[in-house]
Each structure stands twice: as C-alpha cells, then as structure tokens.
C-alpha cells in the first residue's frame, strides 16, 4: 500500500547496542564475499527487508478476552491473502481455538500503545487492550475483534500456519471515515508507521513522490 511514499523520522541513540542485540542469537554464517565499495553487513545484519509495516493481530482468548499483538514481518501473499512470520505466542494459541483473527496497522497516534502491545503477553496481562484505554467490537464476519481505536482493520480467517508461516484470507476491510478520502484509504490521513530494523526504531511515512505506474512512463 504504501510503496510511493518516503520513510522519515528519528531513531534512538542506542540502535547500535540493540542491532548487536539482534544479531547475538543468530547462526554462524559462512562469511560473504565483500562487494566492493559498499559496507558489508553479510546476511545476518538487522536491515535485510526494513522498513516493515506495524500490524496489529488481535484475536479472542479461551474465556473470549480480546488480545493483541505486534507483528514486523507480515506481507501480501495474492489478492486476497496475507502471510506473517510468528513464533508461538498467546496469539498463536487463541489462533488455534478460533481459526480467526483482524489485522490493524499502527498509526503515529497509537505508538506508545502499539508498542506496548509487542511488550507485553496477554499471558502475563490479559486484559492489556482494556489497560491502555482501547475499546473492541466482535467482527461480524470472522471470530475475532475489531480494535476501535484502528482505523484500518482486515478481518481473516486462517488458512493454515505452518512452521510459524500464517496465511489468512481476508473476508472484509473497515476502514473509519476519518481516513478516506474520495472513498479510498489515504495513507496520509492514516499515518501508519513503520518499524525500521537497523535503528530499532518506528519511524514516520512521509509525502506521496511519484505516480505508481506512471512516474516511470517517461523512459517508455
């Protein structure tokens, strides 16, 4: 959705120590030959495909709590599905019970709470979406819950999850007025973030920079 806009913003001063941080659980690599006249950071370094989008999976629990959590490495599968790498988590256990879940994205708005949200496991705080002041309503299409406080929601059904690959089909996209504009969605008055892997930080979507399928006509 977002590939003609600018990635902007600021990091933290200690990305460094957090890239190290990243990369101590890695396996050891056979070390890449150098290209020459570039850094070379091999195959383990934290950018590999930065930026990532910010989605927020929320599902119900066994006793119908509503929880969710931040996920980086989502993508779109086909036109109709989307695929996200997850380890095992409360989401993945309450996946199994329902078969359902709804993707939001992060917006600049709801940085503190979104983050939160890939702090803490509904393990540990289950009513953590009640804790940061956000409200839900059950989806009517799919067995999970709509997080008012997004204005951007996919409501999915499992395809399948295997060896931590998610795929769900998307049955329905809500998006609040707030954020159309001439009926379609506008990344500009959505604002979603994204998490930048190499500074550890979530950083800003800046200005529209050319027309997709268009800008580059001038070489035709």
């Not at 980086?72 to 996200?84: E, H, P, R």
């Not at 359902?100 to 496991?121: C, H, I, K, M, N």
Request: charged residues 20%.
């Amino acid at each position: 959705m977002a590939a003609m806009l600018l990635v902007m913003g600021a990091c933290t001063s200690n990305s460094s120590q957090n890239n190290q941080n990243v990369n101590e659980n890695t396996e050891k690599k056979e070390k890449p030959q150098a290209v020459e006249g570039r850094k070379n950071f091999g195959s383990s370094h934290a950018l590999v495909t930065t930026p990532q989008p910010c989605v927020m999976i929320a599902t119900w629990d066994k006793d119908h709590n509503p929880d969710v959590m931040m996920a980086a490495w989502a993508g779109q599968l086909d036109y109709t599905k989307i695929v996200i790498s997850l380890s095992k988590h409360k989401t993945t256990d309450n996946l199994a019970e329902t078969g359902a879940f709804t993707v939001s994205f992060a917006d600049e708005r709801t940085v503190a709470q979104s983050d939160y949200f890939g702090l803490v496991s509904g393990n540990d705080v289950p009513d953590k979406v009640a804790k940061v002041g956000f409200t839900v309503t059950p989806s009517p299409n799919v067995d999970a819950p709509i997080i008012n406080e997004y204005p951007l929601t996919l409501e999915c059904k499992v395809v399948s999850f295997e060896d931590g690959m998610l795929i769900g089909e998307v049955v329905n996209q809500s998006a609040d007025e707030s954020i159309l504009t001439d009926g379609k969605v506008d990344l500009a008055k959505l604002k979603p973030i994204v998490f930048d892997a190499a500074g550890m930080c979530y950083r800003a979507l800046g200005d529209s920079v050319g027309q997709a399928w268009g800008a580059g006509k001038k070489y035709q």
